[in-house]
Protein backbone atom coordinates (compact mmCIF):
# COMPACT_ATOMS: atom_id res chain seq x y z
CA UNK A 1 0.00 0.00 0.00
CA UNK A 2 0.90 3.79 -0.26
CA UNK A 3 1.14 5.32 2.91
CA UNK A 4 -0.47 3.25 5.72
CA UNK A 5 -3.50 1.44 6.05
CA UNK A 6 -5.52 3.12 3.41
CA UNK A 7 -5.43 2.46 -0.21
CA UNK A 8 -4.32 4.66 -2.56
CA UNK A 9 -6.72 7.10 -4.86
CA UNK A 10 -6.86 4.88 -8.14
CA UNK A 11 -7.31 1.15 -5.91
CA UNK A 12 -9.64 3.38 -3.91
CA UNK A 13 -11.71 4.25 -7.53
CA UNK A 14 -11.38 0.90 -9.09
CA UNK A 15 -12.12 -0.99 -5.92
CA UNK A 16 -9.29 -3.58 -5.64
CA UNK A 17 -6.92 -4.18 -3.26
CA UNK A 18 -3.94 -1.93 -2.88
CA UNK A 19 -0.64 -3.77 -3.28
CA UNK A 20 2.62 -2.90 -1.60
CA UNK A 21 4.25 -2.71 -4.92
CA UNK A 22 1.28 -0.35 -6.43
CA UNK A 23 2.19 1.83 -9.49
CA UNK A 24 -0.24 4.59 -8.58
CA UNK A 25 0.50 4.60 -5.10
CA UNK A 26 3.88 7.21 -4.55
CA UNK A 27 1.63 9.69 -7.64
CA UNK A 28 -2.49 9.35 -6.52
CA UNK A 29 -2.45 9.54 -2.69
CA UNK A 30 -5.78 8.67 -1.03
CA UNK A 31 -6.19 12.25 0.27
CA UNK A 32 -6.62 13.19 -3.51
CA UNK A 33 -9.06 10.74 -5.34
CA UNK A 34 -9.84 13.65 -7.74
CA UNK A 35 -6.79 13.20 -9.51
CA UNK A 36 -6.79 9.61 -10.27
CA UNK A 37 -10.28 9.98 -11.10
CA UNK A 38 -9.80 12.62 -13.90
CA UNK A 39 -6.38 10.90 -15.42
CA UNK A 40 -8.88 7.40 -15.09
CA UNK A 41 -11.82 9.46 -17.17
CA UNK A 42 -9.56 10.69 -19.67
CA UNK A 43 -7.03 8.30 -20.24
CA UNK A 44 -7.82 4.50 -18.36
CA UNK A 45 -5.85 3.54 -15.77
CA UNK A 46 -4.74 0.62 -17.66
CA UNK A 47 -2.95 2.69 -20.38
CA UNK A 48 -1.97 5.48 -17.00
CA UNK A 49 -0.59 2.07 -15.78
CA UNK A 50 1.61 1.00 -18.81
CA UNK A 51 2.82 4.71 -19.30
CA UNK A 52 3.62 4.56 -16.04
CA UNK A 53 5.59 1.57 -16.06
CA UNK A 54 7.54 2.34 -19.27
CA UNK A 55 9.15 5.11 -17.69
CA UNK A 56 12.40 5.11 -15.55
CA UNK A 57 11.38 5.88 -11.83
CA UNK A 58 12.54 9.41 -11.97
CA UNK A 59 10.17 10.37 -14.82
CA UNK A 60 6.73 9.10 -13.58
CA UNK A 61 6.27 11.75 -10.92
CA UNK A 62 6.36 14.56 -13.86
CA UNK A 63 4.65 12.35 -16.40
CA UNK A 64 1.72 11.88 -13.53
CA UNK A 65 1.73 16.04 -13.22
CA UNK A 66 1.60 16.39 -17.39
CA UNK A 67 -1.08 13.87 -17.44
CA UNK A 68 -3.15 15.64 -14.94
CA UNK A 69 -2.78 18.66 -16.37
CA UNK A 70 -3.78 17.38 -19.82
CA UNK A 71 -6.59 15.16 -18.29
CA UNK A 72 -8.42 18.67 -17.06
CA UNK A 73 -7.47 20.69 -19.77
CA UNK A 74 -9.49 17.79 -21.87
CA UNK A 75 -12.15 18.22 -19.49
CA UNK A 76 -12.63 21.90 -20.16
CA UNK A 77 -11.94 21.76 -23.80
CA UNK A 78 -12.74 18.02 -24.82
CA UNK A 79 -11.74 18.67 -28.59
CA UNK A 80 -7.91 20.93 -28.17
CA UNK A 81 -7.36 20.36 -24.39
CA UNK A 82 -4.13 21.87 -23.64
CA UNK A 83 -3.01 22.73 -26.85
CA UNK A 84 -6.49 25.16 -26.93
CA UNK A 85 -4.86 26.72 -23.67
CA UNK A 86 -1.32 26.96 -24.92
CA UNK A 87 -3.21 28.93 -28.12
CA UNK A 88 -4.64 31.19 -25.75
CA UNK A 89 -1.55 32.03 -24.27
CA UNK A 90 0.22 32.24 -26.85
CA UNK A 91 -2.66 34.99 -28.25
CA UNK A 92 -2.55 36.86 -25.24
CA UNK A 93 1.65 37.01 -25.53
CA UNK A 94 0.91 38.36 -29.11
CA UNK A 95 -1.23 40.79 -27.94
CA UNK A 96 0.38 41.86 -24.92
CA UNK A 97 3.48 42.40 -27.15
CA UNK A 98 1.72 44.48 -29.82
CA UNK A 99 0.24 46.69 -26.52
CA UNK A 100 4.06 46.93 -25.54
CA UNK A 101 5.30 47.97 -28.85
CA UNK A 102 2.34 50.78 -29.27
CA UNK A 103 3.42 51.80 -26.21
CA UNK A 104 7.26 52.23 -26.72
CA UNK A 105 6.12 54.10 -29.68
CA UNK A 106 3.88 56.63 -27.88
CA UNK A 107 6.60 56.82 -25.73
CA UNK A 108 9.39 57.74 -28.74
CA UNK A 109 6.64 60.06 -29.61
CA UNK A 110 6.10 61.84 -26.83
CA UNK A 111 10.11 62.00 -25.89
CA UNK A 112 10.27 63.59 -30.09
CA UNK A 113 8.00 66.23 -29.25
CA UNK A 114 9.73 67.26 -26.01
CA UNK A 115 13.44 67.41 -28.17
CA UNK A 116 14.33 70.55 -29.74
CA UNK A 117 13.90 70.79 -33.31
CA UNK A 118 17.47 71.31 -34.97
CA UNK A 119 17.51 74.59 -37.24
CA UNK A 120 18.35 74.08 -40.85
CA UNK A 121 20.88 75.80 -42.66
CA UNK A 122 19.78 78.95 -44.24
CA UNK A 123 20.33 77.17 -47.92
CA UNK A 124 19.30 74.25 -48.83
CA UNK A 125 20.08 71.62 -51.60
CA UNK A 126 16.62 71.21 -52.31
CA UNK A 127 15.89 74.59 -52.77
CA UNK A 128 13.18 75.42 -55.95
CA UNK A 129 16.92 77.33 -57.87
CA UNK A 130 18.75 74.36 -57.57
CA UNK A 131 15.97 71.46 -58.97
CA UNK A 132 15.32 71.11 -63.13
CA UNK A 133 12.51 72.20 -64.02
CA UNK A 134 10.90 68.76 -64.80
CA UNK A 135 11.19 67.71 -60.92
CA UNK A 136 8.24 67.41 -58.86
CA UNK A 137 10.08 70.54 -57.09
CA UNK A 138 10.61 72.97 -59.33
CA UNK A 139 8.64 76.28 -58.38
CA UNK A 140 5.61 75.74 -60.13
CA UNK A 141 4.74 72.38 -57.77
CA UNK A 142 6.41 73.74 -54.89
CA UNK A 143 2.81 74.63 -53.15
CA UNK A 144 2.34 71.08 -53.90
CA UNK A 145 4.89 69.75 -52.05
CA UNK A 146 6.05 72.47 -49.52
CA UNK A 147 9.06 70.32 -49.48
CA UNK A 148 11.03 72.97 -47.18
CA UNK A 149 8.59 73.17 -44.61
CA UNK A 150 7.89 69.18 -43.80
CA UNK A 151 11.90 68.85 -44.85
CA UNK A 152 12.57 69.96 -41.45
CA UNK A 153 10.56 68.04 -39.57
CA UNK A 154 11.26 64.92 -41.37
CA UNK A 155 14.95 65.19 -39.85
CA UNK A 156 13.88 66.50 -36.48
CA UNK A 157 11.93 62.66 -36.56
CA UNK A 158 14.27 60.18 -38.32
CA UNK A 159 17.39 61.57 -36.18
CA UNK A 160 15.96 60.83 -32.97
CA UNK A 161 15.40 57.34 -33.41
CA UNK A 162 16.00 54.22 -35.68
CA UNK A 163 12.38 53.10 -35.61
CA UNK A 164 9.82 55.50 -37.86
CA UNK A 165 6.42 55.21 -36.13
CA UNK A 166 3.75 57.61 -38.14
CA UNK A 167 0.42 58.57 -36.41
CA UNK A 168 -2.39 60.32 -37.37
CA UNK A 169 -3.45 62.41 -34.37
CA UNK A 170 -7.01 62.26 -35.85
CA UNK A 171 -7.64 59.02 -35.49
CA UNK A 172 -5.84 57.94 -31.91
CA UNK A 173 -6.65 54.56 -30.85
CA UNK A 174 -5.76 52.87 -27.48
CA UNK A 175 -5.38 49.00 -26.97
CA UNK A 176 -6.24 48.68 -23.52
CA UNK A 177 -9.60 50.59 -23.83
Not at 69 to 84: L, M, W
Not at 154 to 168: A, E, G, I, K, N
Amino acid sequence: MGSGSSPCASCKLLRRRCAKDCIFAPYFPPDDPHKFAIVHKVFGASNVSKMLQELPVQQRADAVSSLVYEANARVRDPVYGCVGAISLLQNQVSQLQMQLAVAQAEILCIQMQQEPVPSLPTTCLMEPHHVEKSSPFSTSNATNYNFNNNLQSYLSFTSSSTSHVMQDPVKRESLWT
